[in-house]
């Protein structure tokens, strides 16, 4: 029985009807929670020879809920995707077993296959986009050597998931901030349970980077005089830190750049503690009004050109993923030569930064 027969079983009133009734009825098993079903029946309205474009966009409603955004930027970082695939390159063999975490479009389990993987298996913790990577999987002729699980790696089982332990795990699992996506929690699983003695893991290591900095952004997302009223008491308000790309014309380093927390994700016993601070040396002086973090990502530790990547602000840098800039109280006049303290503190999913007393 397929999945469409079996909703059709279990709603007998949409047998028969079309695409019109199957769309909207999507929009009312999205609103009770059923949402593998709900992406289901707008699947098969979507693809239905009948569907017209009001249809089509009821269905696109819920094909697209819970996909995240990004996905559409991370497959156009070509320095990113050019990394992964040279890190792959270097370590698979014909023989190997890859575990991709995180399948989201399948691209790094096709990057592997391509790199010479014999197999991959790729687990993605959302249904609708588990069901599309396997969809892309079959349109690129590899779904025998590619096997896509809906699962999240932390529940996939030796045996009916995964053969063996495998001999890589590739992930890209990071967000701005490198930690929100749980990759703290799934590393320390995945890396004595899923992987073989001595296997690889890529990225090897990650970094949370930071340094004083001028974010000309910051004047549009505080508040001062309005309409002749000043609100500035309001900013208490405001979050602690924003994306901001990292080409921002005017956004600029002031520090050198210094990493405060970094991690081995193959060795999760080594990871540091949950406080840490750094010394930062001015290179040029100037005003900071913000602290300015992002993400450094080593995909393997051979040391080679391309082997890191590392979202740095800079003019005319591009990157699928932002910096974060973490605002100071007040601006602070800055010397060259002189140093400054950077402090932060970490769960296995969270930062915050500060500038140290």
């Known amino acids: ?8 079983d279990a709603w007998p009133m949409l047998r028969g009807k079309g695409p019109d009734v199957w769309a909207t009825f999507a929009h009312v098993l999205l609103d009770k929670g059923k949402g593998v079903e709900a992406f289901t029946l707008a699947l098969a309205a979507h693809e239905h020879p009948d569907c017209g474009n009001r249809d089509r966009a009821l269905a696109r409603f819920v ?11 991370l497959v156009r970082d070509k320095a990113r995707n050019a990394a992964y695939e040279t890190a792959l390159r270097r370590v698979v063999r014909s023989d190997s077993l890859v575990l991709d975490i ?22 993605e913790m959302n249904p609708s986009t588990a069901r599309m990577a396997a969809v892309i999987a079959r349109a690129n002729g590899v779904a025998d050597r590619l096997r896509i699980i809906s699962k999240k790696s932390t ?48 990225p090897g ?16 997302r505080r508040m001062g005089m309005h309409e002749g009223f000043d609100l500035s008491a309001f900013n208490i308000l405001a979050s602690a830190s924003y994306k901001v790309p990292v ?35 001015v290179q040029a002086g100037g005003t900071a009004n913000s602290i300015i973090q992002w993400i450094r990502l080593t995909l393997d530790r051979s040391g080679v050109e391309g082997s890191v990547y590392e979202a740095k602000p800079g003019p005319g840098r591009k990157s699928c993923w932002a910096a974060m800039s973490w ?17 932060g503190r970490r769960t296995d999913s969270k930062v915050t930064i500060w500038l140290a007393d």
């Open 247 to 281: 080409g921002t014309p005017g956004l600029h380093l002031l520090t050198q750049p210094v990493p405060l927390f970094e991690f081995a994700f193959d060795k999760p016993g080594s990871w540091p503690g949950n406080l840490a601070d750094v010394d930062v040396t």
């Open 155 to 202: 529940d996939l089982i030796l045996g009916p998931d995964l053969e063996r332990p495998a001999d890589v795990i590739v992930s890209e699992i990071v967000d701005n901030t490198l930690l929100a996506e749980e990759t703290l929690l799934t590393h320390r699983d995945a890396v004595p349970r899923l992987l073989q003695p001595g296997g690889h893991v890529i």
């Open 205 to 220: 290591d990650g970094a949370i980077m930071v340094a004083l900095g001028h974010d000309p952004t910051l004047v549009h």
């Open 102 to 123: 995180g399948a989201g479009t399948g691209l790094l389990g096709l990057l592997a296959l391509r790199a010479g993987a014999g197999h991959v298996v790729s687990c």
């Open 1 to 8: 029985m397929t999945e469409l027969e079996y909703i059709l």
């Open 63 to 73: 094909l697209n809920a819970g996909v995240p955004g990004w996905h559409w930027d």
């Open 327 to 343: 605002p100071l109280n007040t601006p602070l006049a800055l010397t060259a030569g002189e140093n400054r303290r950077i402090a």
